[in-house]
């Protein structure tokens, strides 16, 4: 059984930056360590010779297939209705 300190909690708290009262502190010390029993009961579980799960829905490449549409269209009538347009382009604000 894996215990965490208080000073753990402490510790993984200031890593993601919480401020934790003293009842948060034993109330995540308790609640984590019971977390880690349970990994520790997973990680004795055999699982010799069973194949990785990626996908349990059974769903198949469920992405669209690409769709090349034609609207006759040059380029300037395109730009035309842009606010501001340079060198044949968008011209948009810097975004940093």
Excluded at 2 to 23: C, H, I, N, P
Excluded at 53 to 73: F, P
């Amino acid at each position: 059984m894996s215990k965490l300190s208080r000073e753990d909690v402490l510790k993984l708290a200031k890593l993601s930056r919480l401020k934790l009262t003293d009842e948060e502190v034993e109330k995540f010390r308790t609640e984590l360590s019971e977390i880690l029993d349970y990994v520790e009961k997973l990680n004795a579980v055999d699982t010799t010779g069973l194949e990785p799960t990626y996908q349990v829905t059974g769903l198949a490449n469920i992405t669209r297939s690409d769709v090349v549409r034609e609207y006759n269209l040059s380029q300037n009538d395109l730009l035309k209705n842009a606010p501001a347009t340079q060198d044949g382009q968008f011209k948009v604000r810097r975004v940093l």
